[in-house]
Nanobody, 124 residues
Framework: VQLQAFGGGLVQSGGSLRLSCAASGRTFGNYAMAWFRQAPGKEREFVAVIRGSGTTYYSDSVKGRFTISRDNAKNTVYLQMNSLRPEDTAHYYC???????????????????WGQGTQVTVSS
């Protein structure tokens, strides 16, 4: 599986962006897809995940502001980000895994495939 993320950019605080992650492969629908982010000097942080079934899970820091979704026909996962804050500034990565379980789905090591990421910068 190859992943390519795009859609990042510079936005003012309170604004919105939608990230997309296009995946190769004909079994996209079988994969759990996640978004992580990493700010300079910080560890990679879990943002959201969507299973093949469509169930979703979010980190507390983005819950209520971000929405993850997927379009299996287009092999694409999205991250709609609203009410952006300066602390959301980071490089955002999409990731894929054939299986995830609740106890490990927020861990970067769970995911086998990663995209190159896209930069999101939120100005105050």
């Amino acid at each position: 599986v190859q992943l390519q993320a795009f859609g990042g950019g510079l936005v003012q605080s309170g604004g919105s962006l939608r990230l997309s992650c296009a995946a190769s492969g004909r079994t996209f629908g079988n994969y759990a897809m996640a978004w992580f982010r990493q700010a300079p000097g910080k560890e990679r942080e879990f943002v959201a995940v969507i299973r093949g079934s469509g169930t979703t899970y979010y980190s507390d820091s983005v819950k209520g502001r971000f929405t993850i979704s997927r379009d299996n026909a287009k092999n694409t996962v999205y991250l709609q980000m609203n009410s952006l804050r300066p602390e959301d500034t980071a490089h955002y990565y999409c990731a894929a895994s054939r299986t995830v379980i609740s106890s490990t789905m927020t861990l970067a090591g769970t995911y086998d495939y990663w995209g190159q990421g896209t930069q999101v910068t939120v100005s105050s």
